[in-house]
């Protein structure tokens, strides 16, 4: 690599194009999730109702009963044995999705996707635009990090639509953040398109930062399925007790996937990119050892990558030996993420450090 190359400003236009053109249309992917949940059908909703009142009943037949028998002797009959969810206590359907099941709905869902893709696609571009235009990595600063990590996010969602999971309720909240994200990249932590500080010229940049960057977009999956999740378990309890949750909460929350469904699918994909992320501390620590001299220097970036892994470790290790499920395990994968993000934001622009150097 050419360490005095000069930045070719026209393609570092082209990208700052390239990402307001993204922002432009994924605020129509965002209007069209939109009416993807105002059109699709209520039909459906109280089928969680429906279904805690059937669970009821069977418990209640599953209840001992005595049966008198010839010569007075009474038998305790034997209760029906009823599988419990895994999120802990409830067997309810999953919902329709955001459609509703009904073509208009469906329709505006399907526009709203296509629409993302495309904003993914244009966004992609600006990403790649950036990198050629100083023929490097595209995330050397917070800027740079922040658009690259907004665009995996997206790549991540499109891919397990690709694989046929039933994920399309992501959209409303995925777009949402992502321009959010974009908002404050292009508003508060934008820089100029430039070369490489000496410290950041090795190979370790391709491959430590793209999988920091991979890890956080799919822990940004699981922390909004912990988080609807949440919403969804008090939506089920309140039925389950009686309740009657509102009409807005009914419609939204009736469509989701059933709270088991959220709390397994949260914790298949934090299991899942766990191993990465402690590849990529392991490949930092190499990458220190390179550039600093040492392998780990109780550096801030350093600290709270290690705190993000022990969050995350100690959830995954309390969903298989102490049994946590649910409300509890929700809480700690959602503190476990909050690590992460304040190691993303907080550290870079709060506290000083070697890393320092990436700037805002």
Known sequence: MNLAAATNESLAEASNVLIYSSMAVYTLAFFAHIAEWVFGSRSKVG???????????????ATPAVK??????AVLERPEVITRSAAGTRDVPDGPG???G??????????????????????????????????????????????????????????LLAL????????????????????IAVTTLYTDSDQLVPALHSYWLWIHVSTAILCGAVFYLGAVGTILYLFRDSYENKLA??????KFASSVLERLPSAASLDKFAYRINAAVFPL?????????????DAWGRYWGWDPKEV????????????LHARATAGWKGRKAAYLALVAFACWLFNYYGVNIFVSGLHSYAGV
């Open 47 to 61: 089928r969680t109702a429906a279904a805690l009142s059937a669970s009821s009943a069977k418990a209640s037949a």
């Open 68 to 73: 008198a028998q010839a010569g007075g002797t």
């Open 98 to 100: 955001a459609a509703g």
């Open 102 to 159: 009904t073509f208009k709905g469906d329709l505006y869902g399907r526009i709203a996707v296509s629409l993302t893709v495309v904003a993914f696609l244009v966004e992609a571009g600006g990403v790649i635009t950036r990198a050629l235009s100083v023929q490097r990595a595209p995330w050397a600063n917070m800027y740079e990090f922040s658009i690259t990590f907004s665009t995996v996010a997206v790549g991540s969602y499109l891919v």
């Open 164 to 183: 046929k999971k039933n994920v399309r309720w992501i959209g409303l909240p995925l777009v949402t953040t992502v321009l959010l994200d974009l908002g």
């Open 241 to 246: 007790s009686g309740g009657t949750p509102g």
């Open 277 to 289: 992320w402690t590849f990529t501390i392991i490949a930092g620590a190499i990458w220190a050892g």
């Open 304 to 315: 709270w990558s290690f705190i993000t892994w022990v969050a995350y470790a100690a959830y």
